[in-house]
């Protein structure tokens, strides 16, 4: 056979099969209709599917000629946010001593409560006793000897200049004696900060650096969490902010707090944003390190929701077959998000809208239609919370 009419014998093949598939084929109006080539077909494809079906066009039960639809809801999303944070203390001090020694003394005991400026400990401190004996009876030497030139100035036995050199003297001597005086001072280990004593990790008789910890301070009165929030919600982060938060270690509890600070950059790495909150702890039941799940509420973003069976696609994109005044609409859609039950969609759909679900390949746009079934609504409840673990600095 030659390569002329093996071409002709394959082109007519072709058109056969291609007849077949627009008389026979379920949906192949909808793609005819799509690539424009519909009033090209020789016969009428809806008539070829309903002698097909051998009812008239039922499709799965449906009488004939009939479609089955489902209404239109709205769903709201973007409006909760649930994440989980650790807590810190409203402040933390590691006290440590100004100098080195010998710790002589321990004065608080673990789980005391302390106040500011109280003292904690106390380390050897018997050089510096001496120290400011020494500045003190200096300073009295310098005093006397600026009392005998000032006696012997009224009597012009002493100069201007030796005036001078012993106020001057004196005022060496004072501030030897306040350096001394604050040497001593800092042998007593004072807390900076008002709050509860955790476990001492020394004792007394241990030799200290001014790197040694002798005491943790937590500050207890408000508790900080540190939480992440997905990138989305970075813009509706504000300070002062309302939100909730519940403790795995103390459940059936909801504690009320607010934003108290927001960080300045995305995290390139995980795409969120921390933020920190602040909780009230006026009975002290809440702890540094514990764990919280925090939960915001905002006014979110309302979209039409349809039942995934309705959704189709065409050579322009999705579209859905909508139901108005009795007639078949296509209606152009974007989808937004998919669920288990419902497609969010960006689409001109209102909830007075229903859209076909079953026998979509009877629709004919502006065609009238016959409602067999209306099935339920996909559910109107927004989506699960987006949930981001994160664990507090």
Same mark, same amino acid.
């Given at each position: ?34 690539? #424009? ?43 909760? $946010?649930?994440?989980?944070? /650790?807590? /810190? ?9 100004? @100098?080195?020694?010998?710790? /002589? ?8 409560? !302390?106040?500011?400026?109280? !003292? ?9 006793? %001496?120290?400011?004996? +020494?500045?003190?009876?200096?300073? *009295? ?12 100035? *009224? ?6 200049? =030796? ?14 004696? *306040?350096?001394?005086?604050?040497? $001593?001072? +800092?042998?007593? %280990? ?20 001014? =790197? ?8 207890? @009165? ?10 989305? &919600? ?8 309302? $939100? ?31 933020? +920190? ?8 039941? $809440?702890?540094?390190?514990?764990? &919280?799940?925090?939960?915001? /509420? ?20 999705? &579209? ?12 152009? %859609? ?24 079953? #026998? ?15 099935? =339920? ?10 949930? *981001? ?5």
């Amino acid at each position: 056979m030659s390569v002329l009419k093996q071409l002709i014998v394959t082109v007519i093949l072709l058109a056969v099969a291609a007849g077949l598939w627009a008389r026979f084929y379920p949906g192949a109006g909808d793609y005819l209709t799509a690539w #424009g080539i519909r009033d090209w077909v020789p016969f009428e494809v809806a008539e070829a599917v309903q002698e097909k079906s051998g009812a008239g066009g039922r499709s799965r039960g449906t009488p004939q000629g009939a479609v089955v639809a489902t209404p239109v809801v709205e769903v709201k999303i973007n409006d909760r $946010l649930s994440a989980i944070g /650790t807590s /810190t203390a409203l402040q933390t001090v590691a006290v440590m001593p100004f @100098s080195s020694g010998r710790l /002589t003394e321990i004065l608080v005991r673990s789980g005391a409560t !302390v106040e500011r400026g109280e !003292v904690i400990a106390r380390l050897d401190s018997d050089a510096e006793e %001496i120290a400011v004996s +020494r500045a003190g009876n200096a300073l *009295k030497d310098a005093e006397a000897r600026l009392e005998r030139i000032r006696v012997l100035r *009224k009597t012009n036995t002493a100069t201007a200049v =030796q005036e001078t050199d012993a106020e001057l003297e004196v005022q060496n001597a004072r501030l030897e004696l *306040k350096a001394a005086e604050l040497a $001593l001072a +800092r042998r007593s %280990i004072e807390t900076p900060i008002s709050g509860i004593v955790g476990i001492l990790p020394i004792t007394a008789g241990n030799y200290v650096t001014s =790197q040694s910890v002798i005491a943790r301070i937590d500050d207890r @009165s408000e508790i900080l969490v540190d939480f992440w929030v997905p990138e989305r &919600f970075a813009a509706t982060m504000r300070v002062g902010a309302p $939100l909730t938060a519940t403790s795995v270690a103390r459940p059936g509890e909801t504690f009320k707090g607010e934003i108290s600070a927001v960080d300045n950059r995305i995290d390139t790495d995980s795409r969120t944003l921390q933020v +920190r909150a602040r909780f009230p702890n006026e009975n002290d039941t $809440l702890r540094a390190g514990m764990s &919280f799940q925090v939960s915001m /509420t905002f006014p979110g973003d309302t979209f039409p929701a349809v039942d995934p069976l309705a959704v189709q696609w065409g050579s322009d994109g999705a &579209f859905v077959w909508a139901v108005r005044d009795g007639k078949g609409a296509r209606v152009p %859609i974007d989808i937004i998000q998919r669920n288990t039950d419902s497609v969010l969609v960006h689409a001109p759909l209102t909830t007075e809208d229903e859209v076909v679900t079953e #026998g979509i390949h009877l629709v004919r746009d502006g065609a009238e239609l016959t409602i067999a079934e209306r099935k =339920q609504a996909p559910a109107s409840s927004a989506p699960p919370d987006d949930t *981001k673990t994160a664990s507090g600095s």
